[in-house]
């Protein structure tokens, strides 16, 4: 069994995606973003703006006023709504696609973090599994490393010299130790 190596593959792939979002989202590539802000405000502001003046046209008329200056105040009521509706529309089509885009940003984000700590987890595991397995192996060493070092043993090994072996057994016949 061989230690364990620590893997990234989930951290790389999510960091590769959110690579790919940030691209797409912020930078120059975000300017086509404020393109399409704009294409959105010019149609709304269009349709109020005509609804308005043509309000404001038919309001001239009924007070009484000539077809010119009708379709003058018409007309001016189309421009000021124009502005007005262009301006408001614009912004908060831009800051609704700014907020959308840091969203997919943000929640790639936490992504990459949870990538991250399941890399982390799975090293952690396979290395808790490694330690285990070793310390079962060292276990088995050290059970045999204490069995041979058994004192009695050690007592026997000193017991085989010939010559103390001898010189014990015959103090022992002479009546010593």
Partial sequence: MSAPKYSSSNYDSAAARYQQLADK??????????????????????????????????????????????????????????????????????????????????????????ASQKDSNKYQSDSNRYGAAMGAVGGVFTGAANALSDESKKVIYAKTDCDKRREELLSRLKGGK
């Fill in 25 to 114: 989202y912020s930078g120059e590539n975000a300017y086509k973003y404020a393109d399409t802000a704009a294409r959105q405000a010019q149609v709304q502001a269009k349709e109020a703006a005509e609804s308005e003046g043509a309000a404001a046209q038919n309001l001239a008329r009924n007070a009484g006023y000539s077809r010119a200056k009708a379709a003058q105040a018409g007309a001016a009521a189309r421009a000021s709504s124009y502005k007005n509706n262009y301006s408001n529309s614009y912004a908060n089509t831009l800051s609704n696609i700014q907020t959308a885009n840091s969203n997919a940003l943000n929640a790639q984000q936490a992504l990459l973090q949870g």
